[in-house]
């Protein structure tokens, strides 16, 4: 009923800056937070970001000030700016949110499919 599309992963050398950028569509009655997460190769998912519809925002400690995460609620899109980058952010990146749907019944989270950083000289 919902699905998330991220785009603007890539390479960049360690220092570097990317931008991502998540838009939600489909039968959506309301979002609710959204978020970021990662996966490295070998290790679990975890929590980068996450923002309410109010703008309230929360780190993970190893990404507080070099990420910012942002939304357009009127797009229904949260983007990650990422600046300062280091080898350890290779990941990859996948957005989510929770939202009501036609055809769903009640709050439900949804994933986007992922999008690849690599941080690497």
């Known amino acids: 009923q919902v699905q998330l599309v991220e785009s603007g992963g890539g390479l960049v050398q360690p220092g570097g800056s990317l931008s991502l950028s998540c838009a939600a569509s489909?039968?959506?009655?309301?979002?609710?937070?959204m978020g970021w997460y990662r996966q490295a190769p070998g290790k679990q998912r975890e929590l980068v970001a996450t923002?309410?519809?109010?703008?309230?925002?929360n780190y993970d400690d190893s990404v507080k000030g070099r990420f910012t995460i942002s939304r357009d609620n009127t797009k229904n899109t949260v983007y990650l700016q990422m600046n300062s980058l280091k080898p350890e952010d290779t990941a990859v990146y996948y957005c989510?949110?929770?939202?009501?749907?036609?055809?769903?019944?009640?709050?439900?989270?949804?994933w986007g499919q992922g999008t690849q950083v690599t941080v690497s000289s």
């Open positions: 989510n949110g929770v939202f009501t749907a036609w055809g769903a019944s009640g709050l439900k989270t949804y």
């Open positions: 489909g039968s959506i009655i309301r979002v609710y937070a």
């Open positions: 923002i309410t519809p109010g703008a309230i925002s």
